[in-house]
């Protein structure tokens, strides 16, 4: 799958589908690569590390540890399983920032994307859903539960509707206002359909363009902004040409025909002809995924953000 | 392409794409079926005329005239084409309309689709960006130019969020206001991807559920209603299922394989899994696209409806 | 202050605010009129009963019964809170409706209102987050919990926009569907400030325009629609010319002038000039307040249109 | 009416009001304070010069130039005058502006203002509406027209929701991007309901809080950001208080009874209670107000910043 992940410029946001791409039809493991599975009644939870160079040089992406919580019913806001999730999430943004993050400490979230784009809101979504404390601090002490730390939040735009890259708007922000970390959301891109709204993948490697280790002028990590970066992310689309060498390859395996990646690229880059790698796949319920679990996601963050605060408390400083 | 469109229980929306469809490869003449095509400058206007019950069956669509107006520039909402696809809308809509409508008859334009799902939100924009009128002759004629016709309008929603059949809503309004001539505007699925956002589809056969000819409880037509509907639609989607399907053709052909539509049909449905047939492919601009189209649209159909009175004056009667 | 709401042409849609306009600066009963209140920990639940013609001459509505919800933490959502507000809205639907509804029957929820203006959006948004089955009955029942209703819905839109007025639209939707009972929620407007996004109204009489008993071709009501009418509304506005006359109002009582009711209605036209009567004054947080109350309001109807069915059930059924 | 503004914390944010405040009834010159008045056919172009500290002290605002222009049709978007405001724009820019700008130089636009409050959504709309380019320098050139200069903006969001103040901000982003000149656009506060969506402001003074000279920490000036600011505002609401005062003064004025400033504004406080200072007063068609003059703003300084670039041209630029 690499030729059409790379003629397309496409990302491999997610560890656990980067892996079996590295993998391939095998279960081999993979050298500097460990893998951890913890299942639960509706969750599963795959924990990534990538412990050196050689591992990350195989999955194209930098050391560090990647969470993936797997729960289908994310999707639709499942009021019984939604609490599982959330704690789920608590849990493992405390294994990733608890190294980073003491009591009263301000920590900024970065809501990725656009607003206007249905599959490209999470990012502002999840702001909008998240409690925000910061002002009250320095307004109105008396209005925070005791012990509240500082949080403060912003959705930058996207370059296309800004003219400004992120690291440009992020850089200045982190500069004036000292967070001691920084949690990053964004739409992502999976390799799957069964993918969208089912998962969300939690790093302590912050964001790399392209999902990759290239170009660091656009990075939000420690090493560009200073400060501790955890992603968060959950799978809104899969491209439309990945789904087309997925029919193809298929249809190779069960016929048991040839499969040429090259010829197979050319024959897609014809079919997707105008709109070339732009074309995203969504499932036409992909509004309320993104509202479902953008809400999820804003509890399952702040949760961790605020200990020992009740979601009913939490809900009251949400815009 | 008939197996995988009963599967997932798909539309062909576009006469012309159905026309496709019925020729396969070839370009044979297709019996009770008249094809005109006027090329200009910047659009191609196809009239596609089914003459009677053999014409009929082999489209799968009922007799009528289906003109479609295609022009590329149509989704950037280009203003230097713009008012030539305003101006072919109009033309066209004289062509459908005019054995129906006498000076000072009532229309009531019907918005289909979702506003809160992007892909499926042209008809609520186009209806936003039409002249309404009617509520004037009523209560404030004084604020009318000349001439102006009671123009009003409805967005009813869809089921999944009314649980209402759009026919159960649209059925009383028309028994209510007695309107000579319904306009219902529609999202429509596609089966290229460059037909998105670059085609305008009008016909004076009204709407049937499936693009076909089956269900009465549901179309929108002279037979359910009574009036003369004039149906107008731009594709906004294609399915996933069509994609992936054209990349196992296409690969067949370009690699000399040789192609089996059941085979294909099974591999396609491992691949989609679990969201099966909902999945739509949109470019990742689409909310622009809506936007530019609902706009265009709405313009084209109110110069046809109010004859004589500027652009300038139409926009001050829209919402 | 008659004469201001005559100017213009204004509502006084609360009775609980119509009682106090007839009551004047006393506390005498008004003959016809009865009155109950039940306090509780965080609501205080208002109920007036007009029992004949000279109760609702003076009340300016028709006879019937009002109950007024008043909670201000229903503005903020408040976690802690929304649960009595839910429970008292429960029981209140069910004494207006019981005598029209049995198990089984299908129930028509009209949202008044335009949901892209923010103060009048709250008809609009309380079907947003109404649970909807009807479509579930015909489609797929299996998909419903035992015991579930039909409830389908619609949001008509307002008539500067569809140029048609309300009941043209619901009219033939409830020949169509035959409900047992509509329940119509509207944004309202209050005399106090304090009222906004603090009390909900329920009553057993449908909704006359401008809240009185007059003209009876926009009326909602089972004299227009033939079936029972509950209405629903929360304040979100106050005119400007209420808030100006109780100004003027006030300082001639805390100044021991002499207040004139034409005089200072002259004053007031003088001051609102070019928008008139259309100036509505709302607190900067009214996008929350509508959010808020709408989903409080969407849960409490539903509570007492599912009896047995749980909250989160319910929540599973919204969209 | 100073008291009320003081006890409310309100702002005077035109400059043609706070003259009217200091003037008083009378006509009297204002010492270092000059104005001048060209009236076109359908705009009036106020121009007010603050010369030195006491025309500064006396008009509670820096020294520099205040241009109002003043046209009823802005509201309604009129397809007739448009072009005129346009122009007017165009050319009281180029007087702000033409001193710090010289042809290539990179441009910041802000959009200040809440895009999920009606009211405050005027800055993010212009935003919207607004042609940018930046990053068509950086990775697509050629897509320029020749001769278009960098513009890039941002949509900072307000306190309330990301906990951080602007200048918190845009500080970083000027550091980063080295604009030549800023342009923030904000929703103004008016003290007359016939200012709304009547009056653009335009000033070369920046933005300071509660539209006076005190706190620099969240000022936007050549002072707290080292560029010039040009600030453009539209007046969108006046506050409820007021009204409530000039309802009082009126009937005072028209009764021949005295007025008491302390006594009205015990009165105010009294009616106006639980919601304070923070009721607005806004037309019914608040909605429609903020989309045209966003509108109409966008493209009076895309004209100014893109100068010789045609309307249609700029409209491909904006999203």
């Given at each position: ?14 560890a ?26 509706n ?8 412990k ?27 009021p ?26 301000t ?11 249905t ?51 992020i ?20 390799q799957?359909v069964?993918r ?18 290239g ?30 060498q997925q ?63 009740s979601?009913?408390?939490l809900?009251?400083?949400a815009?």
């Open positions: 799958m690499e030729s059409i992940i790379r003629e397309f410029n496409l990302n491999v946001d997610l656990v589908e980067a892996r079996d791409l590295v993998r391939g039809s095998g279960t081999r493991e993979i050298p500097g690569v460990e893998e951890e599975i913890e299942e639960m009644e969750i599963k939870i795959h924990t990534i590390t990538i050196d160079d050689t591992g990350s040089k195989a999955m194209g992406r930098p050391p560090g540890i990647y969470v993936t919580i797997e729960s289908p019913p994310l999707k639709i806001n499942d019984y399983v939604k609490e599982d999730i959330i704690q789920a999430m608590e849990k493992s943004m405390k294994i990733l920032s608890e190294q980073y993050l003491r009591a009263g400490d920590v900024l979230l970065v809501g990725l994307g656009n607003w206007r784009a599959a490209d809101s999470l990012g502002p979504k999840f702001i909008q859903y998240s409690p925000i404390t910061r002002h009250y601090h320095h307004y109105a002490p008396e209005a925070l539960v005791e012990g509240m730390r500082p949080v403060c939040a912003i959705a930058p735009g996207v370059l296309g509707i800004t003219g400004l890259e992120t690291q440009e708007v850089k200045g922000i982190v500069n004036n206002v000292q967070p001691a970390l920084l949690v990053v959301v964004d739409a992502l891109a999976a799957n069964d969208i709204g089912n998962s969300i993948q939690m790093s302590n490697t912050g964001i790399q363009p392209g999902g990759g280790i170009n660091m002028r656009h990075a939000l990590n420690m090493e560009t902004l200073g400060i501790p970066v955890i992603a968060v992310g959950c799978p809104t689309i899969v491209n439309a040409s990945i789904i087309a029919a193809i390859k298929k249809y190779c395996l069960d016929t048991g025909m040839m499969y040429n990646d090259l010829k197979s690229l050319n024959s897609i880059k014809d079919i997707l002809s105008y709109f070339g790698g732009s074309l995203a796949v969504t499932p036409k319920e992909i509004d309320d995924i993104i509202e479902n679990s953008a809400r999820i996601m804003s509890m399952g963050i702040a949760r961790s953000l605020f200990p020992g605060i979601q009913e408390q809900e009251l400083y815009n």
